[in-house]
């Protein structure tokens, strides 16, 4: 079992920046791929980034590439994202979530069914 909470939400004005923490409790963390998905007020809850279980590969949604950067530490179970250039559309709740199934390269990382495990999520609100 694997326990996820999220952190670093907040509000920001039109490009600004927030870093949101995910640490995480229980099995080994570097077993599973991490990755950060986001709902917003009446919309389906969406993919933003993903990180291999080495922290080596990275994947982003076209709407963040470019301005969202994930990381993770292992040593620390915590997996990161930092972003940059922030708009209103990126306003909605970001959850943490963590995939033992996943491989780190041609996995189906986008899909939510392939995620176990999920963070009780974070506000992110960014004004205009």
């Known amino acids: 079992q694997v326990q996820l909470v999220e952190s670093g939400g907040g509000l920001v004005q039109a490009g600004g920046s927030l870093r949101l923490s995910c640490a995480a409790s229980?099995?080994?963390?570097?077993?599973?791929?991490k990755g950060w998905f986001r709902q917003a007020p009446g919309k389906e809850r969406e993919f933003v980034s993903a990180?291999?279980?080495?922290?080596?590969?990275?994947y982003y949604a076209d709407s963040v590439t470019g301005r969202f950067t994930i990381s993770r530490d292992n040593a620390k179970n915590t997996v990161y994202l930092q972003m940059n250039s922030l708009k209103p559309e990126d306003t909605a709740v970001y959850f943490c979530?963590?995939?033992?199934?996943?491989?780190?390269?041609?996995?189906?990382?986008?899909?939510?069914?392939?995620?176990?495990?999920w963070g009780q999520g974070t506000q992110v609100t960014v004004s205009s």
């Open positions: 990180i291999s279980r080495s922290g080596l590969r990275s």
């Open positions: 979530a963590a995939s033992s199934s996943l491989a780190d390269v041609g996995g189906s990382y986008r899909q939510r069914s392939n995620y176990d495990y």
């Open positions: 229980g099995r080994t963390f570097s077993s599973y791929v």
